[in-house]
């Protein structure tokens, strides 16, 4: 039975797009999540409500008023209040079999690689490019993939990278030559695109913990609301 405790029919409408085999896998799957503002709220939330069995969730961040926009997590009563508990009260009320671990702390060389002690996988959700290329090489010590995703007004991207994968290379240039941050700085970020993008992510987080389905390894998916344009460019 897909983990024990959980209320008879909650996953019924996952079947048969998901098979009770892949609950299960899904059930005993570790997923690492880095940021939980507007991208990390949503994927958190998606994968919680699909039956991923542990979350670690990591941000050292509280909730600002300009966060209302566009961050799931965020309401007017939990302004001040540290995104990562909110992030695990929010996980445990849509679905209690999730186990929740919470890092309440800014990502950095010297704590990163235990954060994600224990996961199959990694979530990028950060807002600065060196910090995703310091994920990037964590991940790629750990030996685990990651799911990446950016926005900017109302485009994304999104991409998974490997170890040993040439990853944010292919898309920003070398780290020493890659800008802090990117162009939302100008755009902003719009609440419909990051919920796209979350759920990009989520979609391909499932994929790559069940070995199934045309995961964007070495593609990159841009997406324009704007212009409803949408392309997988391949970068190999």
């Given at each position: 039975?897909?983990?024990?405790?959980?209320?008879?029919?909650?996953?019924?409408?996952?079947?048969?797009?998901?098979?009770?085999?892949?609950?299960?896998?899904?059930?005993?799957?570790?997923?690492?999540?880095?940021?939980?503002?507007?991208?990390?709220?949503?994927?958190?939330e998606m994968l919680?409500?699909?039956?991923?069995?542990?979350?670690?969730?990591?941000?050292?961040?509280?909730?600002?008023?300009?966060?209302?926009?566009?961050?799931?997590?965020s309401c007017e009563?939990?302004?001040?209040?540290?995104?990562?508990?909110?992030?695990?009260?929010?996980?445990?009320?849509?679905?209690?079999?999730?186990?929740?671990?919470?890092?309440?702390?800014?990502?950095?060389?010297?704590?990163?690689?235990?954060?994600?002690?224990?996961?199959?996988?990694?979530?990028?959700?950060?807002?600065?490019?060196?910090?995703?290329?310091?994920?990037?090489?964590?991940?790629?010590?750990?030996?685990?993939?990651?799911?990446?995703?950016?926005?900017?007004?109302?485009?994304?991207?999104?991409m998974v990278i490997?170890?040993?994968?040439?990853?944010?290379?292919?898309?920003?240039?070398?780290?020493?030559?890659?800008?802090?941050?990117?162009?939302?700085?100008?755009?902003?970020?719009?609440?419909?695109?990051?919920?796209?993008?979350?759920?990009?992510?989520?979609?391909?987080?499932?994929?790559?913990?069940?070995?199934?389905?045309?995961?964007?390894?070495?593609?990159?998916?841009?997406?324009?609301?704007?212009?409803?344009?949408?392309?997988?460019?391949?970068?190999?």
């Amino acid at each position: 039975m897909v983990r024990q405790g959980v209320t008879q029919g909650r996953y019924d409408r996952n079947f048969n797009t998901i098979s009770l085999d892949e609950q299960e896998i899904l059930a005993q799957s570790h997923v690492a999540v880095i940021g939980l503002g507007g991208l990390g709220g949503g994927v958190c939330e998606m994968l919680a409500r699909t039956g991923v069995g542990t979350l670690t969730l990591v941000d050292g961040d509280v909730f600002d008023i300009t966060n209302l926009n566009r961050q799931l997590l965020s309401c007017e009563k939990n302004i001040g209040y540290p995104k990562a508990r909110v992030a695990k009260e929010r996980v445990g009320a849509v679905n209690s079999s999730t186990q929740v671990n919470i890092r309440q702390a800014y990502a950095d060389e010297t704590n990163l690689y235990g954060m994600i002690a224990g996961a199959d996988l990694v979530v990028d959700c950060l807002d600065t490019i060196d910090t995703r290329f310091l994920l990037q090489k964590i991940a790629r010590k750990a030996g685990l993939p990651l799911v990446s995703g950016a926005i900017a007004g109302v485009s994304g991207q999104v991409m998974v990278i490997f170890p040993g994968d040439l990853g944010y290379e292919l898309i920003y240039g070398k780290k020493r030559e890659a800008q802090s941050r990117g162009i939302e700085t100008i755009t902003g970020n719009i609440s419909y695109c990051a919920l796209f993008v979350a759920s990009i992510q989520a979609s391909e987080c499932i994929k790559v913990l069940l070995k199934r389905g045309n995961i964007l390894r070495n593609k990159l998916l841009i997406a324009d609301l704007g212009s409803n344009s949408f392309e997988v460019m391949e970068l190999v």
